[in-house]
């Protein structure tokens, strides 16, 4: 059964709440604000990031703790095609790399959006780029990019569509309507968990109702090293969201290049 508006409503709601009594504050050196996120890095530790005023504005940061932090575990951004995926990941979400610190610059009135893309950006690229094990030359994302192209599946990769909460939400790739089959979107997961889980189905919730009714969301899921949990997947389903395991994708490429 379809969840209704009102249902929705109550989720976008409960989630509003969770994000502000999870969010704490400490002015740190002087003339920067910590902000403590209820968002969870892949060592369980909350989000941190940075605020400052500056030009009559705001800049926020990570203070160069994504990249720094995939360096340390062995990911090098190294190669050019890692460097492009990087760009690309970052352009999505309007946030630029300074030296090697994600960066937004805020006003008054975008500060709550431009927070909300500079976490979604530090989220994404530590998905992006974390292996399980570094001698793992491929990418998750790369993996996908290859099947989608060698089946002859159209997409847009990279997009971003507007959710009932006031905030864009972007997703991996979109495949247009056919005549055969809706529009379909779909979002590749590296390190499927269920931290990953929540916001993938807060990003679809948020955007279901503006987009057409037959719309459909995939999750096409990493489960190279490690067995997905089924919890994830049964959470998945509940949302209505399609769960593809890697190893299970031949199952769904008819629906996807038709």
């Keep these: 059964m379809n969840a209704g508006v009102a249902e929705i409503e109550k989720l976008l709601h409960d989630y509003r709440n969770w994000l502000k009594d999870r969010t704490t504050l400490r002015e740190v050196n002087g003339s920067w604000v910590e902000i403590t996120t209820p968002y969870l890095d892949r060592h369980n530790d909350a989000l941190q990031i940075y605020a400052r005023r500056e030009n009559g504005g705001f800049v926020l940061t990570d203070d160069s703790y994504t990249i720094h932090d995939l360096e340390a575990s062995g990911c090098t951004l190294s190669t050019e095609k890692r460097h492009d995926l990087l760009r690309m990941t970052l352009n999505g979400f ?9 960066e937004v ?4 009135e975008n500060f709550p959006v431009r927070k909300h893309y500079l976490i979604q950006a530090m989220l994404a690229v530590n998905d992006l ?3 399980a094990k570094p001698v793992i030359e491929n990418l998750f994302l790369e993996d996908v990019i290859a099947w989608l192209d060698a ?5 847009t990769p990279r997009v971003k569509f507007p959710g009932i909460s006031g905030y864009d939400q972007f ?3 979109v ?4 005549r055969r089959q809706p529009e379909r979107i779909l979002q590749a997961i590296t390190s499927p968990a269920r931290d990953k889980a929540q916001s993938f189905i ?3 919730n948020d955007t279901r109702p503006t987009r057409p009714r037959e719309s ?3 999750a096409v899921l990493n489960d190279n090293e490690q067995p997905v949990a089924g919890g994830v997947i049964e959470a998945f389903r509940n949302y209505e969201i399609r769960p593809v395991l890697w190893s299970n994708r031949g199952e769904v490429v008819t629906e996807l290049a038709a």
């Excluded at 309007?94 to 994600?102: D, S």
């Excluded at 089946?151 to 997409?155: A, E, K, L, P, Q």
């Excluded at 495949?175 to 056919?178: F, L």
């Design 151 to 155: 089946n002859d599946v159209r997409y």
């Design 105 to 108: 610059h805020a006003t008054a």
């Design 129 to 131: 780029f974390y292996l």
């Design 202 to 204: 807060h990003a679809w």
């Design 216 to 218: 459909k969301a995939f």
């Design 175 to 178: 495949i247009p309507k056919s």
């Design 94 to 102: 309007g946030v630029k790399l300074n030296n090697e610190a994600l």
């Design 171 to 173: 997703f991996d790739f």
